[in-house]
T-cell receptor
Framework: GEDVEQSLFLSVREGDSSVINCTYTDSSSTYLYWYKQEPGAGLQLLTYIFSNMDMKQDQRLTVLLNKKDKHLSLRIADTQTGDSAIYFCAESIDRGSTLGRLYFGRGTQLTVWP | DGGITQSPKYLFRKEGQNVTLSCEQNLNHDAMYWYRQDPGQGLRLIYYSQIVNDFQKGDIAEGYSVSREKKESFPLTVTSAQKNPTAFYLC?????????????FGPGTRLTVL
């Protein structure tokens, strides 16, 4: 089966950059995603990247994709206490006409200290 | 306002009872999903549906059942056969096109078995 791995915890000081890393195993991934979950809430899509891209930037968020190493990262610049949450990496695999599905990592708990 | 609603937010059940969790969306999405979230385990897929009157088992379907009689609704029944039902349940819907599966999540239902 598909396997998406993330480290479980990350702590940073307010104003620093945060880098959350993810590795995946399926080389036929079509899109990779980053979701954010605040306590007691559902997941919110932050950004996604197509598998033939190597970088995507969206305001404070930068996604880097190394397809050769199957490594994805999310960098949050100028991290704020409001960024404290669980961040999930996910991949989707295009199987043609069959409905695809997402495969999620376990999530990285980001804690931002003032 | 378009979105996904789940009810109730908190649910308590006695052992041996079946319980049904509601999920409704007004986003006109064809696909809908149910996930279970346990601490440190990320999201695990229970059931998913691509179209009305059709659904497929996910990775942990045992002890659960679903129906998809309307496009807007995808209720999940947790049966007494589910050995450890206490968890946070998340419903999602998506538009799936050419490998991109952008899933939108509801706020979740926390089920506790007493």
């Amino acid at each position: 089966g598909e396997d998406v791995e993330q480290s479980l915890f990350l702590s940073v000081r307010e104003g620093d950059s945060s880098v959350i890393n993810c590795t995946y195993t399926d080389s036929s991934s079509t899109y990779l995603y980053w979701y954010k979950q605040e306590p007691g809430a559902g997941l919110q899509l932050l950004t996604y990247i197509f598998s033939n891209m190597d970088m995507k930037q969206d305001q404070r968020l930068t996604v880097l994709l190394n397809k050769k190493d199957k490594h994805l990262s999310l960098r949050i610049a100028d991290t704020q206490t409001g960024d404290s949450a669980i961040y999930f990496c996910a991949e989707s695999i295009d199987r043609g006409s069959t409905l695809g599905r997402l495969y999620f990592g376990r999530g990285t708990q980001l804690t931002v200290w003032p | 306002d378009g979105g996904i609603t789940q009810s109730p937010k908190y649910l308590f059940r006695k052992e041996g009872q079946n319980v049904t969790l509601s999920c409704e969306q007004n986003l006109n999405h064809d696909a809908m999903y149910w996930y279970r979230q346990d601490p440190g385990q990320g999201l695990r897929l229970i059931y998913y549906s691509q179209i009305v009157n059709d659904f497929q088992k996910g990775d942990i379907a045992e002890g659960y059942s679903v129906s998809r009689e309307k496009k807007e609704s995808f209720p999940l029944t947790v049966t007494s056969a589910q050995k450890n039902p206490t968890a946070f349940y998340l419903c999602a819907s998506s538009i799936w096109r050419e490998g991109l599966d952008e899933q939108f999540f509801g706020p979740g239902t926390r089920l506790t078995v007493l």
